[in-house]
C-alpha cells in the first residue's frame, strides 16, 4: 500500500475527513530540539510507525551546536519541516511551532522522547467520541536512555473537567502528551516563555480551566530520563513550580482552595523522587529527606500512599546499606513493588522501524 492510500485508510479508520494530498495536514507534530543529535532519529522513527500518517512534523531547531542540523538534512521524508532559530529555550520553541504549524490539530513531541505507534490514532479517535473536549492525552511511561522502563505513574485516567485534579499535581507527566484542537491552542496563548522548567504543567493548567480533557487510557508515551538530568536544575524546578502553584491557586476558585496543601506535598515527594534518581551513588540523600520532610509537612496523609512508602523504602537503604548492596535492592524493589504493575509490550514500541 502506498503512503497516501495508508493515510486516507487511517484517516478513513478514524472516522475523519480524508483530505488532499495537497491539503494541509490534519494533524501537526511540533518537535523542540536543542542538541539533540543523540535521540533525534529514535523520535522520528516512532513518527514513522505511527498507523495514522496524515501529519506534518516541525522541527524548531533552537540553536542546536551538536549534529542535530546536519542529521536532519539526510532525513529524507517530505513530512518534516525544519526552522532554525537562535537558542531561546523549550518554551519559545514550543511557540515558535505552533506559529508555523498547518494542522487542524496540534501535538507536542520533544526529541528525546517517543510515542507508541498507535498514539495518534487513538488521541483523534478519542477526540472524535468526545466533541465536547478540547484536548486530549495518554499515559506515559518512563524510560531511560537504554530504553529501559523505569516507572509509570498509577492514575485514575480523568476525564472531563480535569482541573482539580491537575491543580495536585501533572499527571499528565510531559510535554510530549497532549493533542489538542488548534482553536484552543489559539484560545489559551502559547507556553510561558519566563518558566525554566514546569512550563507544560502552566500550560495544561490553563488549558483545563477552559475546555473538558479526553483520555486515552494506555501507557503511548515513553518520556525520556537521562542520568545528567535526574538531580539537575532542582532548584530551578522547584522555583517554577512554586510559581505555578501560586498563580494557578491565584485564578483557582474559592472551593477548590483546599487542594494547594496536596499540590504542594506533591511537588515536594516529586523533587525527593528527583534526588535519589535511580544510583545510589550520585543521590544528593541529605536535600532527599529535606524535600520528603516538607512533603509530609504539607500532607501529612501522603505517607499512606505507596509512592510516599517506595521513596520511604528507597531511602533508608540508601542510607543504611552499602552501595553494592543497595543497589541490587532498588532493582528489587523496582520490578517486584511498581507503581503501576505495566502489562504492555513496551520494549517493542520503542524499536526505531527497519
Same mark, same amino acid.
Given at each position: ?12 479508520? @478514524? ?28 523520535? *522520528? ?16 531547531? #533552537? $540553536? ?5 542540523v546536519s ?9 518534516? &519541516? ?5 537558542? $531561546? $529555550? ?12 498547518? =494542522? ?13 505507534? &498507535?498514539?495518534l490514532q ?11 473536549? =478540547?484536548?486530549?492525552?495518554? =499515559? ?13 505513574? #498509577? ?19 510531559s510535554g !510530549? ?11 489559551? =496563548? ?9 512550563? #507544560?504543567? #502552566?500550560?495544561?493548567?490553563? +488549558? ?33 513550580? *512554586? /510559581? ?50 516538607? @512533603?509530609? /509537612? ?7 500512599? /505507596? ?17 553494592? +548492596? !543497595? ?8 520490578? &517486584?513493588?511498581?507503581?503501576? @504493575? ?13
Amino acid at each position: 500500500m502506498s503512503l497516501e492510500a495508508a493515510a486516507k485508510a487511517s484517516v478513513q479508520e @478514524a472516522g475523519l475527513e480524508v483530505l488532499s494530498v495537497n491539503a494541509s495536514p490534519l494533524v501537526s507534530v511540533i518537535i523542540p530540539v536543542y542538541n539533540g543529535a543523540k535521540t533525534l532519529m529514535k523520535t *522520528l522513527g516512532s513518527l514513522q510507525a505511527q498507523t495514522f500518517q496524515d501529519f506534518e512534523v516541525v522541527v524548531i531547531n #533552537d $540553536g542546536s551546536t551538536d549534529e542535530t542540523v546536519s542529521l536532519l538534512t539526510e532525513v529524507d521524508d517530505p513530512k518534516i &519541516h525544519v526552522f532554525s532559530y537562535e537558542n $531561546g $529555550g523549550l518554551p519559545t520553541a514550543r511557540n515558535r511551532g505552533i506559529e508555523r504549524a498547518r =494542522g487542524e490539530f496540534l501535538t507536542f513531541l520533544d526529541a528525546d522522547d517517543c510515542w507508541d505507534q &498507535h498514539k495518534l490514532q487513538d488521541q483523534l479517535e478519542a477526540l472524535r467520541n468526545a466533541p465536547e473536549a =478540547g484536548v486530549v492525552y495518554s =499515559g506515559t511511561a518512563f524510560i531511560d536512555e537504554s530504553d529501559r522502563l523505569l516507572f509509570a505513574r #498509577d492514575e485514575a485516567y480523568a476525564s472531563g473537567d480535569i482541573y482539580p485534579q491537575l491543580l495536585i499535581r501533572n499527571f499528565i507527566s510531559s510535554g !510530549s502528551n497532549i493533542l489538542l484542537r488548534r482553536e484552543v491552542a489559539e484560545a489559551v =496563548g502559547g507556553f510561558d516563555p519566563t518558566l525554566k522548567s514546569v512550563e #507544560d504543567w #502552566d500550560y495544561y493548567l490553563r +488549558l483545563a480551566a477552559k475546555v473538558p480533557f479526553a483520555v486515552v487510557p494506555k501507557l503511548q508515551i515513553f518520556y525520556r530520563q537521562s542520568s545528567s538530568s535526574m538531580t539537575a536544575n532542582l532548584s530551578v524546578m522547584e522555583s517554577a513550580s *512554586l /510559581r505555578v502553584i501560586e498563580r494557578a491557586f491565584r485564578q483557582a476558585p474559592p472551593e477548590l482552595q483546599s487542594l494547594k496543601s496536596k499540590s504542594l506535598a506533591n511537588l515536594y515527594r516529586y523533587l525527593t523522587k528527583q534526588c535519589i534518581g535511580q544510583d545510589p551513588r550520585s543521590a544528593q540523600l541529605k536535600a532527599a529527606w529535606v524535600n520528603l520532610l516538607k @512533603a509530609l /509537612r504539607w500532607s501529612p496523609k501522603i505517607l499512606a500512599q /505507596r509512592e510516599t512508602q517506595r521513596l520511604l523504602a528507597k531511602l533508608l537503604v540508601m542510607v543504611l546499606i552499602p552501595a553494592t +548492596l !543497595s543497589q541490587r535492592l532498588l532493582d528489587w524493589i523496582r520490578t &517486584h513493588l511498581p507503581m503501576v @504493575a505495566v502489562k504492555q509490550d513496551l520494549t517493542s514500541q520503542l524499536k526505531s522501524p527497519s
